[in-house]
């Protein structure tokens, strides 16, 4: 069996790391682990271990360099064969995981503007993991690599020609490891080589997803992650005009409006409660009026979303949930599917409540009919698949490397 791959997450104050070996179920603990408030007083790395113990060592005033010396002290025997980097944005240059080397660092660098955040931090991260790591490889695995295969009716805005030729305006869409991730899971375990799944990744972050013969034909996520569902801060799609509408009424600068949008909006500006789902589910069910309006409109939203993925399917196979909601929201799955009865969505309600906490396997009522049998049921599938980006990144590594 071959050594283990390194998956690291870089934010612009944080790394986040696995050690993720060659066989291993999705859910078996890893070596893992989180370095927080880097470059402050306060910066401190957590780490779980395979047996699942936590530690907490502080790191003051640690930069990423430093945190991950720490992090490499603690990689425990087994050191790793390759390194696997998740980078944000790999523009329309990166249609796959690529081996690092200097020419795809500079396309990674011209590709800040699109991902003015994210993509420098990625590079923080793989600048220090070449000083400390220099004699193994790395390679570069994009969130948005996996959504190139969208046609341009999906991908291209209603603009002008030169915005999408000469300024790269289009839709890119995210959360691609996820997506691949559990739809290729689904396939394998139905079988098939022909099924078009919808997949709605639910965490801080939201998107859904159509996935047609493993190929992405269309996301709700767009030019930037701001685009589409309703989400933990973000307010997903508006009407484009809003910009305008609030500099002329009210006078803000475009960087205030950012703020609301992406950080002060979503489900926290619709509840003037929380981000979090779990505390939204809990404040409505005590009839809290915000909470309440919070889930409506993002269970609606999140409807219509993939009422408008099915349009991208020529075969509609079914419906996966995954990520922290779309894994344990039981009540939010339930509210989403029946908004759409037309679809043959029919959720076994039993099976739904049972399906939370890392727990797999479908929720619709064909996968009971025993009676009928299985072939006779004419209702589509619906799926909880807990996502596993990590084990997707370091799959992917090993498959450009060759390992
Ligand atoms: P991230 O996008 O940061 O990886 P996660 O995928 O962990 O986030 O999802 C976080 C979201 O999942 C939060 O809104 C959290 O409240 C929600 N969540 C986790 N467990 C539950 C639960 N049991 N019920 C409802 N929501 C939950």
Known sequence: ????????????????????????????????????????PEALLNITTEDGKKTSVAIPHADHQAALTEILKRLGD????????????????????????????????????????????????????????A?????????????????????????????????????????????????????????????????????????????????SMDTSMGLTPLEGLVMGTRSGNVDPSLHIHLTRTLGWSLEEIDQILNKKSGLLGLSGLSNDMRTLTEAAADGHRGAELAIDVFCYR??????????ALPVFTGIIFTGGIGENAAVIRAKTLALLPHFGLYLDADKNQKMIRGAEGRIDQGANDTELGINAYLGRQI??????????????????LGL
């Open 1 to 40: 069996m071959s050594r283990p791959i390194l998956v690291i997450n870089c934010g612009s104050s944080s790394i986040k790391f696995a050690l993720v070996p060659e066989h291993v179920a999705a859910h078996q603990v890893r070596r893992s682990g989180l370095a927080e408030n880097l470059g402050t």
């Open 78 to 133: 087994e050191l790793p064969i390759a390194i696997g980097h998740r980078v944000v944005h790999g523009g329309e240059k990166f249609t796959h995981a690529v081996q690092i080397d200097e020419s795809v660092l500079k396309v990674i660098r011209e590709t800040t503007p699109l991902a003015p955040l994210h993509n420098p931090a990625n590079l923080q991260g793989i600048d220090a993991t070449l000083k400390l790591f």
């Open 135 to 215: 004699d193994l490889p790395q390679v570069a695995v994009f969130d948005t690599a996996f959504h190139q295969t969208m046609p341009p009716q999906a991908f291209r805005y209603a603009l002008p020609e030169d915005l999408y030729s000469k300024h790269h305006i289009r839709r890119y869409g995210f959360h691609g490891t996820s997506h691949a991730y559990v739809t290729q899971h689904t396939d394998q375990l139905v079988g098939g080589d022909n099924n078009g799944w919808i997949s709605a990744h639910l965490g801080n972050g939201c998107s859904t997803c159509a996935v047609w013969q493993g190929k």
């Open 302 to 311: 999140l409807a219509q979303s993939l009422a408008a993925m099915s349009c």
């Open 383 to 400: 799926w909880v698949i807990p996502t596993d980006e990590e084990g997707q990144i370091a799959r992917e590594t090993r498959s450009v």
